[in-house]
């Protein structure tokens, strides 16, 4: 029940609440916050990994999403792959 308490009071914010919640995280991201919390939360705000990459997508230039992971995955193929699937 605990571990459920996020998802519920994520449901019921409005998508534009959603949007700026996970524009918070990018902010925080782009300050040292830890891409695997970025990616985390922002999925579950959004609902899905599908509603976090769209917010995510709208708030994040293509330029810096793409240095993100150059830097974050290095020549982790497998990383860079799941990477690029969720935030290009």
Do not use: Q, V
């Amino acid at each position: 029940m605990i571990e459920n308490i996020g998802a519920d009071i994520y449901r019921s914010w409005t998508d534009e609440k959603r949007r700026e919640e996970i524009g918070k995280l990018i902010e925080g991201y782009r300050n040292g916050l830890p891409l695997p919390i970025l990616c985390t939360m922002a999925t579950a705000i959004a609902g899905n990994e599908a509603g976090a990459r769209r917010h995510i997508i709208k708030l994040m230039p293509l330029r810096e999403r793409k240095a993100l992971i150059t830097k974050e995955a290095g020549t982790d193929t497998d990383l860079h792959s799941r990477l690029s699937g969720f935030f290009i």
